[in-house]
C-alpha cells in the first residue's frame, strides 16, 4: 500500500504491531524488506565472535533462530528498513560467510 493511501491513525496503528516495511522495485518484481537477516557461519571460533558481537549489540538484533552454523535475526525496531543496515553491520565488523536480510519477492502470475 501506498503511504498515501492511509490515515495518520492507521499509520500509527500498522506502526505499532511493526507491520510496516519499505518495499522496492526491481524490473517486474515488488521486494518487501522484511525485518530478518539471515546469517551463515561454518567455522565454531567464527560462530563464538559472531555471538560475542551478538551480544555486545543487543539493542541492535535479537536472536529468533539459532541453528548452530545458521542463525536468523531480527532487527530490535522490528523494522523491516532495518534489515540491509544489520546485515552490513555484521558483514563489516564480523565477516561472517553470509549475512543478508530476508526481501518478500512480488511478481505478477504468468499466465499460462
Known amino acids: 500500500m501506498r503511504r498515501s493511501t492511509l490515515s ?3 499509520h500509527a ?3 505499532q504491531e511493526e507491520a510496516i516495511h519499505p518495499v522496492f522495485c526491481a524490473e517486474a518484481a ?3 524488506a ?3 537477516v539471515r546469517v551463515e557461519e561454518s567455522s565454531p571460533e567464527r560462530q563464538e565472535v559472531l555471538r560475542r558481537w551478538l551480544r555486545e549489540h543487543s539493542e541492535e538484533a535479537v ?4 541453528w548452530g552454523e545458521r542463525i536468523v535475526l531480527r532487527p530490535t525496531s522490528g ?3 532495518d534489515a540491509p543496515a544489520l546485515a552490513n553491520h555484521l558483514t563489516e565488523q564480523v565477516g561472517p560467510e553470509m549475512a ?3 526481501f518478500l519477492r512480488i511478481v505478477d502470475r504468468l499466465d499460462r
Open 100 to 102: 543478508q536480510p530476508r
Open 63 to 66: 536472536i529468533v533462530v539459532d
Open 8 to 10: 495518520n491513525q492507521q
Open 34 to 36: 522484511m525485518p530478518e
Open 30 to 32: 515488488k521486494l518487501g
Open 13 to 15: 496503528a500498522l506502526a
Open 79 to 81: 523494522r523491516g528498513q
